[in-house]
């Protein structure tokens, strides 16, 4: 059974940056997994933001991300990581870790089946 748990949220003013992780266990980051980052603000629909394949590290990011922020797995610690940067008060929101992709778009929230519990991200302007 696969079991996420993220962390490294926190409120930051406009400007900042925060380091998320996910820890995973029940899966072995030496496979090739797919996994990835989500997040959700209230009243809106979950929303892709970067997906890592844990064995190739091959990344990709929705528009609204790339280059502020960064996708990165450690493989000997079983985490995943999500670097962000240049913080937006509309970057506020709940970010949560994903695995279990079945297939898909790789940011369709629905193509996976594993989720962790969420970091709250609060950006102040």
């Known amino acids: 059974q696969v079991q996420l748990v993220e962390s490294g949220g926190g409120s930051v003013q406009a400007g900042g940056s925060l380091t998320l992780s996910c820890a995973a266990s029940?899966?072995?980051?030496?496979?090739?997994?797919?996994m990835g980052w989500f997040r959700q603000a209230p009243g809106k629909e979950r929303e892709g933001l970067a997906s890592i394949y844990t064995g190739s590290g091959t990344t990709r990011y929705a528009n609204s991300v790339k280059g502020r922020f960064t996708i990165s797995r450690d493989n000997a610690k079983n985490t995943m990581y999500l670097q962000v940067n240049s913080l937006k008060p509309e970057d506020t929101a709940m970010y949560y870790c994903?695995?279990?992709?079945?297939?898909?778009?790789?940011?369709?929230?629905?193509?996976?089946?594993?989720w962790g519990q969420g970091t709250q991200v609060t950006v102040s302007s």
């Open positions: 994903a695995a279990g992709y079945s297939g898909g778009s790789w940011d369709g929230a629905g193509n996976f089946d594993s």
């Open positions: 029940g899966i072995s980051f030496t496979r090739n997994y797919m």
